[in-house]
């Protein structure tokens, strides 16, 4: 476990500190995985647990303490373990992702002194008499304005997984992280607030995203990008953020630049504007979806339509 955090902060300025962290609020504990000398199979206890006999978890049998070899890793280990909240199946059923999509909005994205957010986590909106729908986390975002009113507030729906489709133990995908029903959900919810942002959040890597899961949520992006002209904005803009966001340990600007290629392109024309989470959705279809910069998509459309409008002109004058 230890290794793996350390990996996953090697570019952090604060790595030498993140374990002991974890440690010290009780995310973690450390404790010894002895081989029980009845069934053979290996089991973590607790520091106080340990004793001159200790009771094997899984065949319920007591053993020895390997005192003639105590350091023998044949025998011992020195492992930590996940507790609490923490130890829930499934990277905490999804929490980690959720934490991590919630922090990326209040620390990695913008400045933080010039914005602020609300959140609920794990909410069942109840949109109708039997109508109920599922949003893994809601925030409320908002840009602060030093010499003017503040910017309107931006409601953004959040669905989030950590690596669900992946069995961590065998490594072997298994299923999309997001499936049909979670990009019906998401609709859903747009539909019924119209102009709120939606979020698919994954603590996967780009490369790992199936190519049904991107055709099924760039239909979406495309459903979103329609502009309501009573709104003055678009449907319902689409973000997409991966484990290069999520695991962004300063600014996204640094952390897409430390990738490269299109990254890079995009964060040296980060334009930090009132609109700016609109913007990051254009720029995470870009580079997740394949999609087209929204200003190329309107302009297309619009030449569709005036091209559709002419021929129209030149049938009735004939």
Request: glycine fraction near 6%; proline fraction near 2%.
């Given at each position: 476990m230890k290794n793996e955090i350390d990996r996953a902060v090697e570019k952090d300025i604060w790595k030498d500190r993140t374990f002991e962290t974890l440690v010290d609020k009780g995310a973690v504990e450390l404790g010894l995985e002895l081989k029980c000398s009845k069934c053979g199979n290996w089991g973590w206890h607790s520091l106080k647990e340990l004793d001159h006999e200790v009771a094997c978890?899984?065949?319920?049998?007591k053993f020895k303490f390997p005192h003639l070899e105590p350091s023998s890793s044949q025998k011992s280990r020195w492992a930590y373990r996940l507790v609490g909240p923490f130890a829930l199946p499934d990277f905490a059923r999804g929490g980690y992702a959720a934490s991590l999509t919630i922090r990326f909005f209040a620390r990695i994205f913008g400045r933080q002194r010039e914005t602020e957010i609300t959140w609920s986590a794990g909410q069942i909106l109840q949109l109708g008499p039997?109508?109920?729908?599922?949003?893994?986390l809601i925030l409320w975002h908002q840009r602060k304005s030093m010499l003017a009113l503040d910017y309107q507030?931006?409601?953004?729906?959040?669905?989030?997984?950590?690596?669900?489709?992946?069995?961590?133990?065998?490594?072997?995908?298994?299923?999309d992280a997001f499936e049909q029903e979670d990009v019906d959900r998401m609709k859903r919810l747009a539909s019924r607030f119209p102009g709120?942002?939606?979020?698919?959040?994954?603590m996967k890597q780009?490369?790992?995203?199936?190519?049904?899961?991107?055709?099924?949520?760039a239909k979406l992006a495309e459903w979103g990008r329609t502009y309501i002209r009573e709104r003055r904005q678009t449907r319902a803009?689409?973000?997409?953020?991966?484990?290069?966001?999520l695991f962004a340990s300063f600014s996204l600007s640094?952390?897409?630049?430390?990738?490269?290629?299109?990254h890079a392109e995009l964060a040296s024309g980060i334009l930090w504007r009132s609109e700016r989470l609109?913007?990051?959705?254009?720029?995470?279809?870009?580079?997740?979806?394949?999609?087209?910069?929204?200003?190329?998509?309107?302009?297309?459309?619009?030449?569709?339509?005036?091209?559709?409008?002419?021929r129209r002109r030149a049938v009735v004058a004939t």
């Open positions: 978890a899984l065949c319920r049998r039997r109508d109920k729908v599922e949003a893994d507030t931006e409601l953004i729906f959040g669905e989030a997984k950590s690596f669900r489709g992946e069995n961590a133990e065998e490594k072997r995908a298994i299923a709120a942002i939606l979020v698919f959040a994954t780009a490369s790992e995203l199936s190519a049904g899961e991107v055709a099924r949520i803009p689409v973000i997409v953020l991966t484990g290069t966001e640094e952390a897409w630049k430390a990738v490269g290629g299109q609109r913007e990051l959705a254009d720029m995470t279809q870009q580079l997740y979806l394949g999609m087209q910069p929204y200003s190329e998509w309107r302009r297309e459309r619009w030449e569709r339509r005036r091209l559709v409008q002419e």
